[in-house]
């Protein structure tokens, strides 16, 4: 079983809103978050957002800070991410990743994360 599946992604034009969700399943985790994939950097994920530990603290990359707001919801094993105010540069694929253990490294690292999501492609227009 996948513990991490996301959805929601699409085409939107500058300034929409999108909502992606990651559905979790067999699995707990103690921190969770997104990253991006954007074109050009195949190699590397870009820390979008994250909710840490027992007390849900959120953080966020400065370049969606104030447009996207990361949720977690325990009741529903769901991780969710509001876009709004879509620019090009968001343009991505987006993945969900879960901290099932304290690496004990930044949150902001793709290394704190050891289980991700397949990624679901945003693609935002003008």
């Known amino acids: 079983q996948v513990p991490l599946i996301e959805s929601g992604g699409g085409l939107a034009q500058v300034g929409d809103s999108l909502r992606l969700s990651c559905t979790i399943s067999?699995?707990?985790?103690?921190?969770m978050a997104w990253f991006r994939q954007t074109p050009g950097k195949e190699h590397q994920r870009e820390f979008v957002?994250?909710?840490?530990?027992?007390?849900?603290?959120?953080t966020y990359a400065h370049s969606v800070k104030g447009r996207f707001t990361i949720d977690r919801d325990n009741a529903k094993n769901t991780l969710s991410l509001q876009m709004n105010s879509l620019k090009p540069e968001d343009t991505a694929i987006y993945y969900c990743?879960?901290?099932?253990?304290?690496?004990?490294?930044?949150?902001?690292?793709?290394?704190?994360?050891?289980?991700w999501g397949q990624g679901t492609q945003v693609i935002v227009f003008s």
């Open positions: 067999g699995r707990t985790f103690i921190s």
């Open positions: 957002a994250a909710v840490l530990g027992i007390h849900r603290r959120e």
């Open positions: 990743a879960g901290q099932s253990s304290d690496s004990g490294r930044p949150d902001y690292l793709e290394s704190s994360y050891d289980y």
